[in-house]
C-alpha cells in the first residue's frame, strides 16, 4: 500500500541520514594491513587521519584524537558480501549499537566508508592489540607479565565495557580476549572483530550450520540457540581464565568432539586458574552457573571486580 511504502521510505530516510554522520572517504585510510579474516570478510589495520574523523564523532574529550600523533590507528572490518541479507543486518546491527554508546572501555566507531564495496567499518583499534595476543607473549616470555592488581583491573574494565553494552541491550555473543584490546598503559576494551576464519580459527569450531566459539558459551546457548547477556556474563569467566592463564586456550587437553558432549551432559568442570584470587574465584564461578538466571549481572560484576581491585 501507499502507507506502507511511505513508511518504509522515512524509514530508509531515516537510516541513510544516522549513517551521513558518520560516512568517510576511504581515501583517507592509508597503509591498510591485513591482519585475519571474520565473519564479514577480511579485517585489516590503518591509519586515519585525525582530521578526516566525522565531526560528530569529535565531540566531548576523547583521548584517542588528543596527543601528537596526527594518525590514529583503526581496525578496518570489510562487509565482502554486501549481497548476504544476514551479514548485511548483522554489519548493520553493528553500527547502529556502536554509532551511538560512547565508553572507555568499549572499542569506538570512528565511522564508516561505503562509497564503492566492499563497505568498511572503521573502529578504534590500539596501540598493544588484541588483549589474547598481548596475553600469550606475557606467557612466551615476549611480553611482561602482568600483575595480579593489573590482571583485576583489565577484568574490571571489561566489565565496565560489557555493562555499558547490556545497559544498550546489545548481547555480544563473542566475548573472549581475542575480541578484547589492550592499550600501552593496561586499559582493556571490549570490541567485536570477532576473527573466526584467522587467525584464531582455532577458537571457534562448526556446529549444526553455525560456526560458534564453543569453549565461550553455556549449554543454552549451544543447544537452545538461546543468546543473552547472561550468555555474555558466562563469556565473561572464560576471559578471566584466560587473563590468568596468560590466554591458554580453555580445557587445552580435549577436542571439540569431546567438549560439545561434555557441555551437553552438562558435565563440564570448570576451575579458575590457581593465580586467580580466591574473591575473583567465587565470582567466576557464580558467572558458570548452569542456570542463567542464577548468574550475577555486568552491574554486579563492576561493584564486586571493584571491590577486589581495592581490597589488594
Known amino acids: 500500500t501507499e502507507t ?77 558480501h554486501t549481497k548476504d541479507e544476514a551479514a548485511l543486518t548483522e554489519f548493520k546491527r553493528e553500527i547502529d549499537l556502536l554509532s551511538k554508546v560512547s565508553h572507555e572501555n ?10 564503492v564495496e ?16 598481548f596475553l600469550t607473549a606475557t606467557r612466551k616470555g615476549t611480553s611482561q607479565s ?15 565495557g560489557m555493562e555499558h553494552l547490556s545497559a544498550a541491550r546489545f548481547v555480544h555473543r563473542d566475548l573472549a580476549a581475542r575480541n578484547c584490546l589492550i592499550t600501552s598503559t593496561l586499559t ?42 547472561k550468555s555474555d556474563v558466562y563469556a565473561f569467566a572464560v576471559v578471566i581464565l584466560e587473563v590468568f592463564s596468560q590466554g591458554e586456550l580453555p580445557f587445552p587437553k580435549i577436542n571439540d568432539t569431546t567438549f560439545l558432549a561434555k557441555l551437553k551432559e552438562k558435565a563440564l568442570d570448570w576451575k579458575s586458574h590457581k593465580n ?21 549481572s555486568f552491574e554486579d560484576l563492576v561493584k564486586e571486580t571493584e571491590k577486589i581491585l581495592k581490597s589488594m
Open 4 to 80: 506502507a511504502h511511505s513508511q518504509s521510505s522515512a524509514q530508509s530516510k531515516k537510516s541513510k541520514s544516522s549513517y551521513d554522520k558518520i560516512l568517510l572517504s576511504r581515501s583517507h585510510l592509508k597503509d591498510l594491513k591485513l591482519i585475519g579474516r571474520g565473519e564479514f570478510g577480511d579485517i585489516l589495520i590503518a591509519f586515519l587521519p585525525k582530521s578526516a574523523v566525522p565531526v560528530s564523532d569529535k565531540r566531548g574529550s576523547n583521548a584517542s584524537l588528543s596527543g601528537e600523533d596526527k594518525d590514529l590507528t583503526v581496525m578496518v572490518k570489510s562487509l565482502t
Open 106 to 115: 568499549v572499542a569506538k566507531l570512528w565511522g564508516l566508508c561505503r562509497e
Open 118 to 133: 566492499p563497505h568498511y567499518m572503521i573502529l578504534e583499534y590500539t596501540d598493544w592489540g588484541d588483549l589474547k595476543q
Open 146 to 160: 602482568l600483575t595480579p592488581v593489573q590482571s583485576v583491573a583489565v577484568i574490571h574494565h571489561l566489565a565496565r
Open 188 to 229: 582493556a576494551k571490549v570490541a567485536l572483530p570477532r576473527l573466526t576464519k584467522e587467525p584464531y580459527s582455532q577458537e571457534y569450531c562448526k556446529h549444526i550450520n553455525n560456526i560458534i566459539p564453543l569453549r565461550w558459551l553455556p549449554y543454552e546457548a549451544v543447544y537452545e540457540d538461546e543468546y543473552s547477556t
Open 276 to 296: 586467580t584470587p580466591d574473591d575473583l574465584q567465587k565470582l567466576q564461578e557464580t558467572c558458570w552457573n548452569i542456570n542463567p538466571q542464577e548468574r550475577p
